[in-house]
């Protein structure tokens, strides 16, 4: 008691005190050490990703209709395009949380509007029949459609931040983070899905809640499910994709 009354008296407090006598050293974390991982240079993948496509073949992609089958969209010249009326098609392993680096080019002459101008999308986890959690593709330079369902778009969900559109014909990358969303045992929703996504660097959509998959028609919903493929969408345009790689942020894949 002696020693407190004469800490008060000096006019310092325990908290002071304990705070007089602490070093940096206190407040250092030496373990555990997290794992190295090389960076791919240029959009390169770095040493812990998975290389859905680099530029040779679709042995990593089936088809989405039919996924004992090949995927059916041709190769050539380092990237692959959508074979308008082949259908979806879809990762051969599924996953849950990932990081995803995608680079797509819709082409140069389009003679449509609206969302018929260079279409496709991202299906960041397919649950099947068409349906999932979509990120859109779209031609959004001087082309006007509704917000929710521009480039950039978590369709019929969240509006870009900005439109960081290049021009038809160029190349543009998207950088994804997909949190899957987790379920009871008894199917509700325990937490929902969130997306960040940056189009060619610039950040467009800043860890957003999804409300559910992705409707055309209708309010979004979610409905239980695990580990799933990520699927690209056919809309008919022929939009190329090339340098796809993903890493897994939760466990390894589902095979």
């Known amino acids: 008691?002696?020693?407190?009354?004469?800490?008060a008296a000096a006019?310092?407090?325990?908290?002071?005190?304990?705070?007089?006598?602490?070093?940096?050293?206190?407040?250092e974390a030496w373990t555990p050490e997290p794992g190295r991982v090389m960076p791919g240079a240029a959009h390169g993948a770095p040493s812990d990703a998975i290389v859905l496509f680099g530029g040779k073949d679709l042995a990593e992609w089936v088809s989405s209709g039919a996924p004992g089958k090949p995927a059916p969209w041709p190769v050539a010249d380092g990237a692959f395009t959508v074979r308008g009326g082949s259908g979806?098609?879809?990762t051969r392993r599924s996953f849950t949380d990932y990081q995803?680096?995608?680079e797509w080019r819709v082409p140069a002459a389009l003679t449509g509007s609206g969302q018929a101008r260079g279409n496709s999308g991202v299906f960041l986890a397919s649950t099947g029949n068409g349906s999932g959690y979509e990120i859109q593709i779209l031609?959004?330079?001087?082309?006007k459609t509704y917000v929710?369902?521009?480039?950039?778009?978590?369709?019929?969900?969240?509006?870009p931040l900005v439109n960081a559109c290049a021009a038809a014909g160029e190349w543009q990358t998207y950088d994804i983070v997909w949190t899957a969303p987790r379920f009871a045992a008894d199917g509700t929703l325990v937490s929902p899905a969130y997306v960040t996504a940056l189009h060619n660097g610039v950040l467009v959509q800043n860890h957003v809640a999804l409300q559910g998959e992705s409707v055309h028609v209708g309010k979004p919903a979610y409905r239980k499910h695990g580990p799933l493929p990520i699927r690209l969408q056919d809309h008919g345009d022929a939009v190329s994709f090339r340098n796809v790689w993903v890493r897994p942020l939760d466990k390894a894949p589902a095979p």
């Not at 006019?11 to 602490?22: C, D």
């Not at 031609?139 to 082309?143: G, L, T």
């Not at 950039?152 to 969240?158: E, F, V």
Request: with cysteine; aromatic share 4%; proline share 2%.
């Open 11 to 27: 006019g310092l407090s325990m908290a002071s005190l304990a705070l007089a006598q602490a070093t940096p050293k206190d407040t």
């Open 1 to 7: 008691m002696l020693a407190r009354a004469m800490i």
């Open 88 to 90: 979806d098609i879809q």
């Open 139 to 143: 031609d959004c330079v001087d082309n």
């Open 148 to 159: 929710n369902g521009q480039a950039a778009s978590i369709y019929k969900q969240h509006f």
């Open 100 to 102: 995803l680096h995608i």
